[in-house]
């Protein structure tokens, strides 16, 4: 089995910095990808930034410019650093992670960010 943790959320204001963490545990082998995905309340989840081995970094164009996604092989881990934070930017972040072979997804419990004066 496979499992994600998820760390880092809270509240903070507008302008502000949070640094996410996601730490990938079991049977791990054969990482395809590594992403961010969040949902805010009434909407669908969306992708945010993603690593993905053959083609490197993705970002949603809400976040280009403000999120940078990084990953620690050795660690299993991935981060989500975001900057210059908007009310916009609040939801559930949930990690996602792709690894096996065949690729099997796999998701973390998520983690609140909620960007509020």
């Known amino acids: 089995q496979v499992q994600l943790v998820e760390s880092g959320g809270g509240l903070v204001q507008p302008g502000g910095s949070l640094r996410l963490s996601c730490a990938a545990s079991g049977n791990i082998f054969n990482i395809y990808a590594m992403g961010w995905y969040r949902q805010a309340p009434g909407k669908q989840r969306e992708l945010v930034a993603s690593?993905?081995?053959?083609?490197?970094?993705n970002y949603a164009d809400s976040v280009k410019g403000r999120f940078t996604i990084s990953r620690d092989n050795a660690k299993n881990t991935v981060y989500l650093q975001m900057n210059g934070l908007k009310p916009e930017d609040t939801a559930v972040y949930y990690c996602n992670m792709g690894s096996g072979i065949p690729t099997r997804f796999y998701w973390g419990q998520g983690t609140q960010v909620t960007v509020s004066s």
């Open positions: 690593i993905i081995s053959a083609a490197g970094t």
